[in-house]
């Protein structure tokens, strides 16, 4: 696993820093839609401060996280229920 020396720039400011080569492509990315979603507070509620910026991305971020995780969580609760029904399936016919 190499890692490579990479700098990316994020609200006018540049961040050096050492990534896995296999997550360079990731990191970028991430770099690139942060900068995206920083242009669209900015051009659409007119937020000039950085700093404000960086907050309503970061907030808009862990909601978006926080309704994955429900999400998620929802998933595996159904995927569990399932499993104990075909469990409870299995074990008829085996009796």
Do not use: C, W
């Not at 507070?41 to 996280?65: C, P, R, S, W």
């Not at 929802?74 to 229920?81: A, E, K, N």
């Amino acid at each position: 696993m190499t890692e490579l020396s990479i700098k990316i720039r994020i609200a006018e400011r540049e961040y050096p820093m050492r990534v896995k080569e296999e997550e360079e492509e990731r990191i970028r990315a991430v770099g690139k839609v942060l900068n995206e979603r920083l242009r669209f507070f900015k051009d659409q509620y007119g937020i000039q401060d950085n700093q404000d910026l960086l907050a309503m991305v970061a907030f808009e971020t862990m909601v978006e996280k926080m309704k994955l995780d429900e999400e998620r969580a929802s998933h595996v609760s159904q995927v569990d229920q399932r499993l104990t029904i075909l469990d409870d399936l299995l074990s008829a016919v085996n009796k």
